[in-house]
């Protein structure tokens, strides 16, 4: 099985202000894929952001975006100008057609906002 | 719309008792996942199933049971054999490329009474 690790059991950000997120994972494969995913208090799963492994360049949505690290096997997510509704707990999940399609996660980090 | 719908929301089950999570998807998706989120442990996954009447495994599947008989549903059983089925139970699907993200229901609340 897949190793997603994710080391920052809870962080905090000031309202505005940048946050960065860390995630790595084990893997000896070329072609996967990686994902950010947010679970705000309603529990509700969804998707932030999402970074094909055969693309250099890091994936942007908005004010969220990946410094993504093949290499290094490190996927962080970066949150610009944070904003109340940012706390969540934010899971990344890695896929690939070599381990049957299934998505391995990490264990989460809960990020608070400071107003 | 389109969505993958979880029901109910909250489930009570006394002791010994067998009970039967739904989830049905209108995405037209090949695969479909069942997770348990505990607190501090992310997503366990418990069974998947890539196509219709057929499923695999996942790391916890002791004490459940799945179904694949449809493409639109994959109910999860809770046998009486989970030792502590009280958790947060996820359902979703993907398309069946690794290249799809999955979407997820809103979730089923067992709670063991």
């Known amino acids: 099985a897949q190793t997603v690790t994710q080391s920052q059991p809870e962080m905090s950000v000031q309202e505005a202000e940048t946050v960065t997120l860390s995630c790595t994972y084990d893997t000896s494969e070329s072609d996967y894929y990686l994902f950010w995913y947010k679970q705000p208090p309603s529990r509700q799963m969804i998707l932030v952001i999402r970074?094909?492994?055969?693309?250099?360049q890091n994936a942007t949505e908005n004010r969220f975006s990946v410094n993504f690290q093949k290499a290094a096997k490190s996927f962080s997510l970066k949150i610009s100008d944070s904003q109340l509704g940012d706390a969540a707990m934010y899971f990344c999940?890695?896929?690939?057609?070599?381990?049957?399609?299934?998505?391995?996660f990490g264990t989460g980090t809960s990020l608070t906002v400071i107003p | 719309d389109g969505g993958i719908t979880q029901s109910p929301k909250y489930l009570f089950r006394k002791e010994g008792q067998n009970v039967t999570l739904s989830c049905e998807q209108n995405?037209?998706?090949?695969?479909m996942y069942w997770y348990r989120q505990d607190p501090g442990q992310g997503l366990r996954l418990i069974y998947y199933s890539q196509i219709v009447n057929d499923f695999q495994k996942g790391d916890i599947a002791e004490g459940y049971s799945v179904s694949r008989e449809k493409k639109e549903s994959f109910p999860l059983t809770v046998t009486s054999a989970q030792k502590n089925p009280t958790a947060f139970y996820l359902c979703a699907s993907s398309i069946g490329s690794s290249a799809g993200e999955a979407f997820f229901g809103q979730g089923t609340r067992l709670t063991v009474v």
């Open positions: 999940a890695y896929r690939s057609p070599n381990t049957g399609n299934q998505f391995y």
């Open positions: 995405l037209n998706h090949d695969a």
């Open positions: 970074q094909e492994a055969y693309k250099q």
